[in-house]
């Protein structure tokens, strides 16, 4: 297929065969599995899915590249011209669950994690290629720089396992820098309890607002009322003067339990 990638669409086609069956095994993939990919390329991964896949539905934003995969009449795919990002998951992928196999397009990276986030329960594993700095950071641990809110969200939804790391020559054309594969795998239930979810997000996103701040300014930056903010933290038992940036997952948890708690 002659095709030119689109910058405005973050195209940077894999090429690279050894990589893809590197995807394919951690997808842990059956004969009667049910795949999703987004952002196709030319379809290198795609033909490999569609042989060894029950159904593979796939999402393209770019009209012309989705109409290149189709008139080539060899893949027997669900091919859907759209943005993921906007698109009905639930509407789409029915009776889960699904896998979710793809090269993701790095600028979507964070907007997509959230978007499976939201769709987490229709999924039983996910094996992905992120930007080698994003996959980091849904890797990482508290007090590391890459540490942030996509860090607390996957550890509380998922078992994240690096696979590999990419070089940029393994895509046309090569991008700046590496990439990472990673397996996701959803767990039964979150890995700690909290009272409230919503609010639970709300406390995570107020601790990162403003990462160079402490923690109670952070909150109150974020919109939380200052003295809430101080009588909160003061019964969570977290000192006042740390950063978001070094809670642990459970001490999110704990610090939203406490902000649930009416009678403290």
Partial sequence: MA?????RFSQNFLRDLRVV??????????????????????????????SLCKEVQ?????????????AGGDLDVDIHEGDA?????RELLREPPWKMVANLPYNISSPLFFKILENRDLFERLALMFQKEFAARLCAQPGNKDYGIPSVFCRQYFDVSPVAVVPPTSFFPAPKVSSMVLVLTPLNKPRVAVADEKLFFQVVRGAFAQRRKTLPNSLK???????LVAEKIAVSGI??????????????AS????FADESC
């Fill in 21 to 50: 069956e590197k995807i394919l095994a951690a997808a842990e993939l059956v004969a009667e599995d049910r795949v999703l990919e987004i952002g196709p390329g030319l379809g290198v991964l795609t033909r490999r899915l569609a």
């Fill in 239 to 252: 000192d006042p003067r740390r950063r978001g940036e070094t809670l642990s997952l459970e001490e999110f």
């Fill in 58 to 70: 796939v999402i393209e934003i770019d009209r012309d590249l989705a109409l290149e995969l189709k």
């Fill in 3 to 7: 095709f030119s990638p689109r910058r």
């Fill in 85 to 89: 990002l906007k698109m009905d998951w």
């Fill in 221 to 227: 930056g974020f919109g939380f009322k200052a003295d």
């Fill in 255 to 258: 610090l939203a339990r406490v």
